[in-house]
């Protein structure tokens, strides 16, 4: 039964290598920045959804805010002229206008939470995707040979502190 179990596990690792040698590492390095770009570009989507979403918010709650302020006066006017039943009705309508303009208040209160948030994240990940970006050009240029000559060259923190020194040192011979 040993036996059996080593040469399974021979095929499998044979298998495994098969795989790994079929695999085209710089295809599947673009296919991930493809997919990476995907959801960025679903993020920016979702953020203009809710911008459409609290544009229609604030209209619908401006006119519903009309309409109670108008069945406030219809209500006020009824109970001036002690025409109870008149009120009744004016109230009637009122009510449910009244609690859909809080149901907006809420909304509004979770979408702009949820746009924060998004909105954040989306900046990250951005910021993210062009490092990212840059690493697997500078990786396809030393493994594949095909340097873009537009694509920005990968920069790393030390080359930033390195220009900043020299900049410093520059400013400081002007000076003296």
Do not use: C
Request: no cysteine; aromatic share 4%.
């Amino acid at each position: 039964m040993r036996f059996i179990e080593r040469i399974t596990q021979v095929f499998k690792a044979d298998a495994h290598g098969v795989v790994d040698a079929l695999e085209d590492k710089p295809l599947l390095l673009r296919q991930h920045l493809r997919e990476a770009e995907l959801e960025l570009r679903k993020k920016r989507a979702h953020l203009q959804a809710l911008d459409l979403e609290e544009k229609r918010l604030v209209d619908e709650g401006r006119r519903l805010n009309e309409a109670v302020a108008a069945l406030d006066g219809d209500v006020a006017l009824a109970l001036d002229e002690q025409q109870t039943d008149l009120a009744r009705f004016a109230i009637r309508r009122l009510l449910p206008m009244r609690a859909r303009v809080e149901g907006i208040g809420y909304r509004m209160k979770e979408l702009i939470q949820d746009r924060d948030n998004t909105k954040a994240l989306l900046h990250t990940q951005e910021q993210d995707f062009e490092s990212l970006k840059n690493r697997v050009r500078g990786w396809l240029a030393e493994n594949e040979g095909d340097v873009d000559p537009l694509a920005a060259p990968s920069v790393t923190d030390e080359d930033v502190e390195l220009e900043l020194l020299r900049r410093a040192r520059g400013a400081r011979a002007e000076v003296a």
